[in-house]
């Protein structure tokens, strides 16, 4: 059978036994087999739910989900704080095995972040650092979800996230999500019929359609959450990003009882690839979820988390997001503009109030026609299809990512949207 | 119930819904509540098998239990990589979403690094760049296990990847492990009597007793998986590290049945907060594994990839690899020869081949004793508790970490053991 030990090893208890190794060349190996291509064994095949296709076409002009343009990112600063490890004295002892919570510094650091931005009361002992708001989701699920329990999510929705609680073995429930954000009636409805164990919401800035979670809507949740004893995972992935004069606080922020757990990240405040994101919660549950977070992958990055302790500390996360905010807000109002001049009486949109993209409509136009048609013209934008779990009630619109669009290619994609319209 | 809407927002549809919010200064707040303590709904609890308490005492002298020195870490090497990163022109284009499945470039790099060092023949197909081996075995198990499924683990052995299994549903099966690795009869005997789904074993130098499995057991292993179909997990964290004539090639240098599931990292190269790993398997597997990482955290760290593709594309991990493995062979012939003069007809233990630690058994007396009597005097070490399943068949020994020590602390260090076994 070939055994390819083609030396045999001078170890001490072992080299006596070794059976006398036929050597073979690496020509020779080559050409004797190639790698198999398929495993002996049965691998359960899954699906992606879906997939954002269009991300990897990265050179053509692109409405994207949604994304901070990268080319703004703050990469100098982040260099800047892996310079200073190079001299560091003590950089060492952030080389070895840390701790599984993340960095302590990093944790002080988003505390006080969070209780200033978002009027949150929590102690670094609430907080989780993860890898993006992504594991911060992934860990929660996997740890709050047992197979065949029940979750409730928005319809339409992020089916990322969904994806993440069909893997914990969640049955999925979904909630009408209208201008006001998710339906709590809806949700009273369902907790009546059924025993709930978590339920997703996005209220600053509803993924896909960017609407806010109204006041009345959120006490009522918080009171449904209290009653029926449910966990709610408050996804706030763009709280840094509002253009109005004020952010709405989190729902998190006025949780006396301990029914919400809080997710969010850094993705957006520097660049999606830089994968800072957490979980602040309870600690009863920051406990368990660090117990799952060392078997998936023992830590996180310690000098990136060190870096962005450093980042927070020094006011550099601030003057960024002052900064991005201002370019981010201008891009906003120039879509905007754009769409009402380009596409007068044909896109429908609300002005969103924060966030990265803007939710339109088409009229009777169908948005998969729409954009097959600007590819063609080589501008890439989603087709309507990733937001929604279900067939029915499905409404004809899309996002536009327009933060990663300067001046020149927010008025070139435009166009290019105006004449695929005009197409469809 | 005091919402904390501080400010109404001038949003388009929502502000005209909000009910008039009541003020609330921070101080008020402050004092208006705390964060709860426990979540309101149920949280399994669930424990760790087992923690290395001792790897945060890094200031007192340590026998680990087997890790590079920190302090000999490249990192001067991965700094320039970032600093170039800082300068680059094309940089923007690794700070969106990437890959799910690693960086191209790493990938291409990784898979020449592997068939040459190793003997392997894949493609950069047959790899996930994942967050070190751990979570490399995270993913391998939660794809292929499912809940009550039999899994076989060497006893003694890496308590952290059975705890991963465990979390994966598995239902353990202890192996025999004796001088010549795992005891491949008493698979054989598992196999006829269960339906045996995975096998996880470390055939270079098994955790923690160091030793290789034999080229006749490798056979016969290798025959078995093709006869019952299992997967075989192998974990080859410290293939880099040997120092004997020439390293054993892996398993899967010769799997051409497509049993074998390849697992390392660089986490030992570099340092161990540098969490390069990888998942080497044939394609179908790699597909829903890298499905899978795509839900826990999306991608790696695209930086630090792009990076560890440079030091290897360099040359630099070689040289590194060269001399990291110069200066660790000088540490394990100090350790023996200092355990063989100090601690003669005491302490027994066979040469270990390679890696970062040797096994080492005290007679009669009791190793938990004894690392007691270390801690007094500023030596940690582990108890001997970190290596079993089972309480029955525990053999009284101790990994002592090598690497970690140089000559003046090394000295030092065995000094002390002496005073705590004299005292045992």
């Given at each position: 059978m070939g055994w390819a030990e083609a030396f045999p090893r001078k170890g001490l208890f072992v080299a006596t036994k070794l059976p006398v190794a036929r050597p073979r060349s690496v020509a020779a190996t080559k050409t004797a087999f190639t790698y198999p291509a398929e495993t002996a064994f049965a691998v359960d095949k899954r699906q992606y739910l879906f997939d954002h296709a269009y991300i990897a076409r990265r050179e053509t002009l692109v409405f994207n989900d949604g994304f901070p343009d990268t080319r703004l990112a703050p990469i100098d600063l982040l260099i800047r704080e892996y310079r200073r490890f190079g001299n560091y004295r003590f950089t060492a002892k952030f080389l070895s095995y840390g701790p599984v919570q993340g960095s302590e510094n990093l944790r002080n650091e988003l505390a006080r972040f969070l209780n200033h931005s978002r009027g949150l009361q929590v102690s670094p002992a609430n907080i989780l650092i993860t890898k993006g708001a992504q594991m911060a989701m992934y860990l929660a699920s996997q740890i709050l979800v047992r197979k065949g329990e029940e979750v409730a999510v928005g319809e339409p929705g992020y089916l990322g996230a969904s994806e993440v609680f069909r893997a914990a073995g969640a049955n999925l429930n979904f909630i009408p999500v209208d201008k006001d954000g998710m339906d709590i009636d809806a949700v009273e409805q369902l907790c009546k019929k059924k025993k709930l164990r978590m339920l997703y919401v996005i209220?600053?800035?509803?993924?896909?359609?960017?609407v806010t979670l109204s006041a009345a809507r959120r006490q009522q949740l918080l009171e449904l959450a209290k009653k029926y004893q449910f966990a709610v995972v408050e996804d706030d992935y763009d709280f840094d990003f509002h253009y109005a004069s004020s952010p709405i606080m989190p729902l998190v922020s006025v949780d006396t009882c301990g029914n919400v757990i809080y997710v969010g990240s850094f993705c957006k405040t520097i660049a999606p690839a830089i994968r800072i994101g957490f979980l602040v919660a309870p600690v009863n549950l920051i406990e368990q979820a660090t117990w799952l977070r060392k078997l998936v992958d023992r830590q996180g990055e310690q000098l990136m988390e060190e870096a962005m302790a450093n980042l927070l500390r020094n006011g550099d996360i601030d003057r960024h997001l002052k900064k991005a905010n201002k370019i981010y807000h201008e891009r906003r109002d120039l879509l905007c503009t754009l769409l009402r001049k380009e596409l007068k009486g044909v896109a429908e949109f609300d002005i969103p109030a924060g966030g990265f993209s803007l939710w339109a409509t088409f009229g009777d136009r169908n948005v998969k026609t729409i954009a097959a048609g600007a590819q063609k013209l080589g501008l890439g934008m989603a087709d309507g299809d990733d937001y929604w779990h279900q067939k029915p009630g499905r409404v004809n619109g899309v996002r536009l990512g327009f933060?990663?669009?300067?001046e020149k290619e927010m008025v070139e994609a435009v166009g290019l949207l105006k004449k695929a319209v005009e197409g469809a």
């Open positions: 209220p600053h800035h509803h993924m896909p359609t960017t933060a990663s669009l300067n």
